[in-house]
């Protein structure tokens, strides 16, 4: 995954072929696409608006870096955790993060697509003890996210949820992290990528096209 760096930060469950926007998300245009994820088994609890989010929604979208724009990206991603990321500890409660895409152009974004791959040495050799789930605020269900372990990259693997955004239009949805008791420690660079449902694997140029954000998640020693 060396070959873009990450907006977030340091930078896995948030390059791409859209149009100028910025990844922020709050209001979503209708689905499309790509049918979205399976229903998580902890749906039930999808509970109300997650702290923070009005402030969060508020905020302004970020412009693309100058690095950006000559990726070709044409979405920015943000998140509400820009200096600590992502902290879980094995068997604890989970941690949430709120990831907002926004499209900054002046055309519809189709299909836009959305999937986490963490970057790990110990890729294929071990789990990473780690369950991701996706709502989309308000007030969505909670539905199981893959999270693509993994050294390269691989925005299409695992992208789903796919929804139209409008001109001008955001969208933001929420994200948790829960490990497992038994999942190694460290922190690890994990990322969201913003992509089209439909991008041809083999067009880097397509898969340019979306976003992508990163940050930091840390998994804290066993007590």
Not at 27 to 40: F, L, R, T, V
Not at 121 to 126: H, K, L, N, T, V
Not at 150 to 157: E, G, I
Request: proline letters at 10%; hydrophobic letters at 35%.
């Amino acid at each position: 995954m060396s070959r873009h760096k990450r907006r977030f930060g340091v930078v896995p469950v948030f390059p791409v072929v859209l149009a100028a926007s910025a990844l922020l998300v709050t209001g979503c245009d209708s689905p499309s696409g790509a049918p979205d994820a399976k229903e998580s088994p902890a749906a039930a609890d999808s509970g109300g608006p997650p702290p923070g989010l009005e402030a969060f929604h508020a905020k302004d979208c970020p412009a693309l870096t100058e690095g950006e724009q000559a990726n070709g990206n044409l979405i920015s991603l943000s998140h509400d955790q820009p200096e600590k990321g992502v902290t879980v500890r094995p068997g604890g409660a989970p941690a949430t993060v709120l990831v907002k895409l926004c499209n900054t152009t002046d055309r519809p974004l189709t299909n836009i697509a959305l999937s986490t791959q963490l970057e790990w040495s110990d890729a294929g050799e071990r789990s990473p003890g780690l369950k991701v789930e996706r709502r989309e605020t308000p007030d969505g269900t909670w539905r199981a996210a893959e999270l693509v372990v993994a050294n390269d990259h691989q925005p299409l693997t695992g992208a789903d949820g796919a929804r139209d955004l409008a001109p001008g239009a955001t969208r933001v949805v929420e994200y948790r992290f829960r490990a497992a008791e038994d999942a190694p420690s460290g922190a690890r660079p994990l990322t969201i990528h913003a992509v089209r449902a439909d991008a041809d694997p083999g067009d880097i140029e397509e898969l340019r096209g979306g976003g992508t954000g990163s940050l930091p998640l840390r998994v804290l020693p066993r007590d």
